[in-house]
């Protein structure tokens, strides 16, 4: 979901001596890459598992960095954002029970509304996913048959449709394929000009992925001791539902646990630092910024707070 905001916040770090890479491989394979300590750092979208915590090295500390709607995007000529779609009606797409755009599920939550008799096709990810466990893990909130059939998680056994690898390969085959619905993270969505649905919420309302509404789904969730935070299907009336918070994983002690020089240390502290401070003023819905929820400062005190706990061999890093 956040490689948009690595790339951006490394190129601003280079300007400031600090090279950062970040290579966009998905969840799935940021967590492993963790545990075998190839990697100073990894990006997820879920919170780690005590599973994916007991194949670590050492203690992992995992920091919530922002937030960012999964949008339901669609290719169909002729409908513009807004479509309406509640949670069974997008859990029987992509399970391939409703296969026509005019199906008298779609037709009855947009009375009015022309829709075509085309065929839906269905994309999804092919590859190990944060976006993915966030999508799966609303529709198993909203429908029980999902829920028994398919259930979440990074990967899961689709009913139908067509995969895709990352977020950029779900966009382009969206944007190449008329009559298309697939799951795609709001940056992508953005730039590629993309349509989308209205999801209804947990209160009812139908709700479009903007930034206020990315915002709102931190609002009343619970904040677990780990930080391990959930913004799915959130309990604010103004959220919208499909909102998955993206986190940073780093050893509290990169320098035994991960066999990080005391330099590589310090320069993950001070992009840690950046993350949680400067870095968040460069989030939001300003044509300037980009197009994430940045963390409530309840959330970026924690952050820091956890930062402040990192050592390099059992010493603080300067």
């Known amino acids: ?12 770090l280079k300007g400031q001596g600090l090279t950062v890479n970040y290579n966009p491989v998905g969840s799935g394979a940021g967590v492993t ?10 990006g997820s979208d879920p919170a780690l598992k005590p599973t994916d915590k007991k194949g670590m090295k050492g203690p992992v500390l995992q920091f919530p960095v922002a937030f960012g709607a999964i949008t339901v995007s669609y290719n169909l000529p002729g409908i513009k954002s807004g479509l309406k779609l509640d949670g069974p009606t997008l859990a029987n797409i992509f399970l391939g029970k409703i296969t026509k755009w005019n199906d008298s599920a779609i037709k009855a939550l947009n009375p009015g509304m022309n829709l075509p008799s085309s065929s839906i096709t269905v994309i999804h990810r092919s590859d190990s996913s944060g ?8 529709l198993t909130a909203v429908s029980p048959t999902w829920a028994s059939s398919v259930g979440h998680g990074k990967v899961v056994k689709w009913p139908t449709g067509t995969g895709a690898a990352k977020n950029a390969g779900v966009a382009a085959a ?12 709001q940056a992508y969505a953005l730039e590629n000009g993309f349509t989308y649905a209205a999801v209804k919420n947990s209160s009812g309302s139908y709700v479009l992925p903007s930034i206020a509404n990315t915002s709102a789904a931190a609002n009343g969730i619970k904040i677990p001791a780990d930080l ?6 959130s309990p604010s009336p103004a959220a919208y539902p499909i909102v998955s918070q993206t986190f940073l994983d780093a050893y509290k002690d990169p320098c035994k646990s ?10 993950l502290k001070r992009f840690l630092t950046y993350a949680f401070g400067a870095g968040q003023s460069t989030l939001g819905a300003g044509s300037d910024q980009l197009p994430y929820a940045p963390l409530p400062s ?3 005190e924690k952050d820091n707070a956890q930062l402040g706990a990192m050592v390099c061999n059992g010493s603080p890093i300067s």
Do not use: C, H, R
Not at 131 to 138: E, I, L, P, Q
Not at 258 to 267: E, L, N, Q
């Open 1 to 12: 979901l956040a490689a948009p905001i690595y790339m951006q916040w490394g190129s601003n």
């Open 298 to 300: 309840t959330l970026k």
């Open 228 to 233: 391990g935070i959930s913004t799915i299907n």
């Open 33 to 42: 890459d963790l545990q075998t300590a190839t990697v100073d750092f990894a």
């Open 258 to 267: 991960g066999g990080a020089s005391s330099a590589t240390a310090s320069g």
């Open 131 to 138: 976006t993915t466990d966030g999508f799966t893990k609303f």
């Open 174 to 185: 969206v944007k190449q394929t008329a009559g298309s619905i697939g799951y795609v993270e």
